[in-house]
């Protein structure tokens, strides 16, 4: 079969592609000041009540840490969406694991090439896994509610083309509690120089979407 030389913009996807998420939380308190000498002075506290206010207690986070991703997505589902592809899936390096974790798939069978992502990422809290997502809809404006999908679904396709190749693309975004998952699933035709149909890769973005949400399921905190 005669190689065809790959778009660039999909040339690069086919290169291992390194996603530094970094995500933490720094907490800064300065100590307190300690009275000069010979001034201290004594506090009162009103009977009957306690001498220090209870703190705060954080709400506990449903999920502490991000599932594999590359076991996230069942093999026949993987197959189905990519056709040629080595089910095992690269995982991409994260500089925090427990925090946000991705796994890729790609394969050009024939002329027909497919690319698939699903991504975990763990927030501090539901407040603000939905900051997030709602920040993400709007971003990615255009699409719809996907129902049944976590707390919060949402997909959206768009095409592009470039040296006349038509690449079609597909994102789905879904929160479950304080869990995101992001999945994007693409596809070109290289010897038509077509895309596949948008609702071809809408559902497939959304099957994928599923089972990662589903995943999430079995790593609670």
Request: glycine share 8%.
């Amino acid at each position: 079969m005669r190689s065809l030389p790959l778009p660039l913009a999909l040339t690069a996807r086919l290169s291992p592609v390194a996603v530094l998420a970094c995500v933490g939380w720094v907490l800064t308190s300065g100590p307190a000041t300690p009275p000069a000498a010979g001034h201290r002075s004594a506090q009162k506290v009103p009977a009957g009540s306690s001498s220090a206010a209870p703190s705060a207690t954080a709400a506990p986070k449903t999920y502490t840490a991000a599932p594999a991703p590359c076991a996230s997505v069942p093999v026949a589902t993987v197959k189905s969406l990519v056709p040629g592809v080595r089910t095992a899936g690269k995982e991409i390096p994260s500089t925090d694991t427990e925090l946000r974790r991705t796994c890729s798939w790609n394969a050009l069978k024939g002329y027909d090439y497919r690319w698939l992502d699903v991504s975990f990422e763990i927030t501090g809290s539901d407040r603000e896994a939905r900051e997030e997502y709602e920040q993400r809809t709007r971003e990615k404006s255009g699409g719809g509610t996907v129902p049944g999908l976590g707390d919060s679904g949402y997909s959206v396709v768009n095409l592009t083309t470039e040296d006349k190749q038509q690449t079609r693309e597909g994102v789905v975004l879904a929160r479950a509690a304080n869990a995101l998952v992001v999945v994007t699933y693409n596809g070109s035709d290289f010897e038509t120089k077509k895309a596949p149909a948008t609702d071809e890769i809408n559902k497939g973005a959304i099957k994928a979407a599923k089972a990662a949400v589903a995943a999430l399921g079995s790593d609670r905190g």
